[in-house]
């Protein structure tokens, strides 16, 4: 386990500021969360007073972050910390064995696998193949937790999201609803049938992109 330690002002605008020193960490920056609040992440040998001096260069910039958030999520009921902590849970127990499921299935093969709790993506893969995924997921119907997880694995075979990212994707995809819907995943199969009808290039992958729009990561 990386060496750690944290500490904690009040700022008497923006609240609790935590400050995070790792070892992991090469290089100072600032997270403003909606639901966990602001972080800087601090290299270990770095002094708390060298960082703190670094926040206050960016404390205009969290302030306006943190009024962005609170105009975005106006509408959104924020959940308490104990059903992230059950959302966590959740992940933990689900998120792990369906992806080895999937990658086993597709021939794909990954390095480490974490669950995450961020405000910006539902997951992401590193160059070093190791898949991190949003707590979020499992508020997702079934077959977008999966669309989740199989565009994640596909960034193991190409990075970026071209043409022969978008054709594995595609491939990937068309097999995991014919399963679902074999058995007897109702909203997989009307996907299914929206993406039947589009015109986009890569239909499924459109279809399920504008539908877990729906759905904010909290």
Avoid at 58 to 73: F, G, L, N, P, S
Avoid at 183 to 211: E, F, H, I, N, Q
Wanted: glycine residues 4%.
């Amino acid at each position: 386990m990386a060496k750690q330690a944290e500490k904690i002002i009040n700022d008497p605008k923006i609240g609790e500021v935590t400050f995070w020193k790792s070892v992991r960490s090469r290089s100072m920056s600032i997270r403003v969360h909606p639901v966990k609040g602001v972080s800087v992440s601090v290299p270990y040998v770095v002094p708390y007073g060298v960082a703190q001096a670094f926040f206050l260069t960016r404390r205009d910039w969290v302030i306006e972050t943190m009024a962005k958030q609170k105009e975005r999520y106006k509408d959104v009921v924020m959940p308490a910390p104990e059903e992230i902590e059950a959302w966590r849970r959740k992940a933990k127990a689900e998120l792990p064995p369906r992806l080895a499921e999937l990658a086993a299935r597709h021939g794909f093969s990954y390095n480490r696998v974490a669950i995450k709790h961020n405000a910006t993506n539902w997951g992401s893969c590193s160059a070093k193949s190791n898949i991190n995924l949003n707590l979020n997921i499992v508020r997702l119907p079934k077959v977008l937790q999966d669309y989740v997880l199989l565009h994640e694995l596909c960034h193991l075979k190409h990075q970026d999201h071209g043409h022969a990212f978008h054709l594995l994707l595609e491939h990937v995809l068309t097999d995991n609803v014919i399963r679902l819907m074999d058995a007897g995943d109702t909203y997989a199969a009307d996907l299914a049938r929206r993406a039947a009808v589009s015109r986009a290039k890569y239909p499924l992958d459109y279809v399920m992109t504008r539908a877990i729009k729906q759905y904010r990561v909290v």
